[in-house]
């Protein structure tokens, strides 16, 4: 291999057939779901009372989080290399460390991710969002709207894709993603958390 280009390309090339499409399939699953949860919230979005907005912005922050494509089943070396086969193999853990390193690129995002998580779901403080209510209103609208349009646009992108392409459109899916969190809502420190975790989604693939 000549470069960081050619590694991933071998990597991706050793996926199965099988491997490949069972990924596909889970991420549908998980977009096709996201896009549902989002009409409900919107529908409820305009009945919420303001001094429940902080924690409708908490709930919706979470359901993102724990639809987007981060979970082993939407991994095509996960699923062909993981369980029996103990990541003997893999070409992810040859080119970015094995998953379950401390210092491997997956094991330095999915942290910044479960921490983000965390962080919103404690920020029960604040029964006030750090906007003003109609403000808060009008970015939740848009985050629910726009992630909801990109999930359903995932789910008709990924189905041409290679391996090596569903692991770039996953990444660049996860990124967009975050970039609708409505963190105008929240605190500093869950603003500052999600720009360390966007930093460390550079090196998911």
Known sequence: MTNRADELEAAAGAISPEALQMA?????TSCQEYVRLCGQFSQSLETVEPSKL???????????LGHLPARPETCPFCLQ??????CRGCGYALTHGRCDADDSAFSLFI???????????QETGMDECACEPEEA???LSSSIEESSRLAGEMQLRIVPLS???LMEQKQIFIDCMIGW???GI???DVQEQCRLLRDRLKGYW
């Open 24 to 28: 596909k399939a889970a991420v549908t």
């Open 54 to 64: 902080h924690k409708f912005a908490r709930a919706f922050c979470l359901t993102m």
């Open 81 to 86: 290399y993981g369980q029996d086969r103990e």
């Open 111 to 121: 942290e910044a991710f479960y921490e983000l998580g965390r962080m919103i779901f």
């Open 137 to 139: 209103r009008r970015v």
């Open 163 to 165: 391996a090596l392409q």
């Open 181 to 183: 969190l409505p963190l």
């Open 186 to 188: 929240f605190s500093k």
